[in-house]
């Protein structure tokens, strides 16, 4: 069983703990929870307390409540795993963290090339000009700071506004939180996020170009590099 820290709320490091022992398998899919005195004596924490950090949980499909079973965990597939909090206490942990990053890069590779070819033969003047000024704040910002994440972000966002495609668009504001997290990957390594700017280039070119195939291959080439800078920083 996982205590919570005292260094943050602790409501909220009731949750963070108990969260992080239903991801680890402590409790498993269809495990029924302790009951709310011996869960509060497990997270030394008050009952009212349990009370919060399991109904946050049931909010982010971790966890159900009824009145003949009791608090159940709920499987894997059902919870909400866009959710900011649950992206943060997922990457918290070193095995959900590795397959997370997995998972990620499929969906990418599902649709960020579909999206620069669909750029590349849709987009306008005015896209081109979002591309280039997020690639530009790419570049001026330090690779360790916050504003290179949201440049990066602003980057994809505008490729994606490029398509034309409400569909596509409401996907990347979906996925943002997820790329949020995994382009945090950069501000540890520095050097990686200074490579990834000549690729960022290159698709930033084909679209402009309206190269739809070439577009799309430096979009590839930079989800399997974004992979590996991150596969590299959980196995160094």
Request: with cysteine; net charge neutral; proline share 6%.
């Amino acid at each position: 069983m996982t205590r919570p820290p005292g260094r943050e709320p602790i409501a909220r490091a009731a949750t963070r703990a108990l969260a992080a022992d239903i991801i680890n398998g402590v409790y498993p899919a269809d495990a029924r929870l302790p009951v709310e005195p011996d869960l509060a004596i497990q997270l030394g924490v008050g009952r009212s307390t349990v009370r919060e950090a399991v109904k946050m949980l049931v909010s982010k499909g971790m966890l159900a409540v009824g009145p003949k079973r009791g608090t159940v965990v709920r499987p894997a597939q059902d919870w909400h795993h866009l959710d900011p909090e649950l992206l943060d206490l997922r990457l918290s942990q070193d095995q959900a963290r590795d397959a997370f990053i997995g998972h990620l890069a499929e969906i990418r590779l599902m649709f960020e090339p579909f999206a620069a070819e669909m750029a590349s033969i849709r987009r306008c003047d005015a896209d081109v000009t979002r591309i280039y000024r997020a690639l530009a704040d790419m570049r001026e910002a330090d690779p360790a700071s916050v504003q290179a994440i949201d440049a990066d972000i602003a980057f994809h966002k505008a490729i994606v506004a490029a398509t034309q495609n409400p569909l596509l668009i409401h996907l990347a504001i979906t996925l943002e939180a997820a790329l949020r997290h995994a382009f945090n990957t950069s501000t540890h390594l520095p050097a990686a996020y200074v490579a990834n700017i000549a690729l960022h280039q290159q698709i930033a070119d084909a679209v402009a170009r309206q190269d739809p195939g070439k577009a799309s291959a430096a979009c590839r080439a930079l989800i399997d590099r974004a992979a590996k800078d991150q596969a590299s920083l959980s196995h160094p």
